[in-house]
């Protein structure tokens, strides 16, 4: 059985985790969710664990006993990641080397599989060229991204900075597992 981690980061677009997860669940794909704190101010970790039946991991530091380090445990075992929605912030931090939560410090420690980041941003986060020089050394270093597209946006702009479809993420994370 195939095995992914889905970070979630906080976005407005944090709700389209929820059928990203229920899509790659219903095809038998175990999805570990891991949630930034802003995330959880979005969508509820309690959503995405009843459609993946996974415990969602939201806090580096919880009081729950394993044999494992779970941090590290999690980026072995995950055949890839992808994280719908990413922020500008989650890749600014990427970039820099920065792993100060659950999700950043998994990252991190995933070592030859690949991450596949979905931008979501106000279109003017997205086209600041801070955040696309964190991209292009993100790319440098093999991760890969899968383009937000152009819409209104949450805040009313019309422009590039929406989450791509669920539809082009499932089928790229399916082709990703050589599931397809």
């Given amino acids: 059985m195939k095995e992914i981690i889905l970070g979630v ?85 990427l970039a820099s080397g920065i792993a100060d939560d659950m999700l950043s410090t998994v990252i991190m420690a995933i070592k030859n599989k690949p991450v596949i ?21 993100l790319l440098a270093f093999g991760y890969q991204f899968i383009e937000p597209k152009e819409a209104l946006l949450a805040c009313g702009d019309l422009g590039k900075g929406a989450l791509a479809e669920v539809e082009t993420i499932v089928a790229a994370v399916l082709k990703t597992l050589g599931e397809v």
């Fill in 9 to 93: 980061t906080g976005s407005i677009a944090a709700y389209k985790a929820a059928d990203i997860a229920n899509q790659l669940a219903k095809r038998k794909i175990k999805v570990h969710t891991i949630m930034t704190n802003s995330a959880t101010k979005f969508i509820t970790p309690l959503t995405l664990q009843t459609l993946t039946k996974i415990k969602v991991y939201t806090d580096m530091f919880e009081e729950i006993y394993y044999e494992d380090v779970r941090h590290i445990s999690l980026a072995q075992k995950a055949d890839c990641c992808v994280i719908a929605p990413a922020t500008a912030n989650l890749i600014g931090k």
């Fill in 117 to 137: 980041i979905c931008p979501a941003m106000n279109t003017a986060m997205y086209e600041n060229p801070i955040t696309q020089s964190n991209i292009e050394k």
